[in-house]
């Protein structure tokens, strides 16, 4: 929370000087970068229970390696399910806030300026684009992994390395971005911007370990109390409304990105 009032300056305060302005030029039109952090936790589904969107796992349960969420009233382990752009927005951290903030002042702005706006939820990030590194807020474990992989170190990751996730190349973020500029979507208009293979942070390390002929990864156990367990996007409404397809699959996608740096030393 110390860097709240950053995240505020730029994401709050920054968004709504723009959508000012923008409705003093009548501009009419909005590509909103936004974020997979909006979510929160993912979409999950039990056996007897139908769909559940959890809260925090809780700290006793992690204490014990439990880490995937549970049934309230039967225990059972729920199953991930892809989450939708019509999921409820739970933020969890500052940042997370923030990018849900700017989501719902370009909502009211569409709604009072009749304009468009289409939001892009990119998901977990990753790449070398032509200015360098990419380097986010919130989906900084590729970069984490790699940079100690260089190192010479092991990848270290939290709970048990089950963690899923959807791994977007830098290159594929670009692609869906000029897509939704060049093509007019009416009203507001949220997307998921995702590679629609998801991985497990395990698989992440793996990958890149390999690709690098580095140490194993170790899986230490520890976490986050505030982490999410899974978090997969489902890119359809994407697929349709921008005829957006990635290309970069993350298998290859993060192999290359853990040479790229250490082919330029």
């Known amino acids: 929370m110390q860097s709240a009032p950053v995240f505020v300056a730029h994401n709050d305060v920054g968004t709504a000087l723009l959508l000012a302005a923008m409705e003093r030029a009548r501009v009419r039109r909005l590509v909103l970068a936004s974020s ?4 929160g936790e993912g979409r999950y589904r039990g056996v007897r229970g139908g769909v559940f969107f959890p809260v925090m796992r809780r700290r006793r349960d992690l204490d014990r390696a439990m880490f995937d969420h549970r049934a ?12 939708g752009e019509d999921a409820p927005l739970r933020p969890r951290s500052a940042y997370a806030a923030s990018k849900a903030a700017q989501e719902n002042y370009a909502m009211a702005w569409a709604a009072n300026a009749g304009g468009s706006a289409t939001v892009l939820r990119y998901h977990h990030v990753y790449g070398d684009p032509a200015g360098g590194a990419v380097r986010t807020a919130e989906s900084g474990v590729a970069a ?3 940079a100690e992989l260089l190192a010479g170190r092991a990848p270290h990751i939290l709970e048990d390395g089950g963690q899923v996730r959807d791994f977007v190349h830098v290159r594929d973020i670009a692609a869906a971005t000029v897509a939704a500029v060049e093509r007019a979507l009416p009203g507001f208009v949220p997307l998921n911007i995702a590679s629609g293979r998801p991985i497990t942070v395990w698989e992440v390390a793996s990958i890149m370990s390999k690709a690098l002929a580095g140490p194993e990864p170790i899986v230490t156990g520890q976490y ?42």
Do not use: C, M
């Not at 997979?36 to 979510?39: A, G, N």
């Not at 225990?75 to 399910?81: A, D, I, R």
């Not at 349709?240 to 699959?249: Q, S, V």
């Open 36 to 39: 997979v952090v909006v979510y």
């Open 72 to 83: 309230p009233r039967t225990g059972e382990v729920l199953t991930w399910e892809p989450i």
């Open 144 to 146: 984490k992994f790699r």
């Open 224 to 265: 986050r109390l505030t982490d999410v367990r899974h978090l997969v996007a489902d890119p359809e409404r994407a697929r349709h409304a921008l005829n957006f397809t990635p290309r970069i699959l993350p298998a290859q996608g993060l192999a290359a990105y853990a040479t790229s740096t250490a082919d330029r030393r």
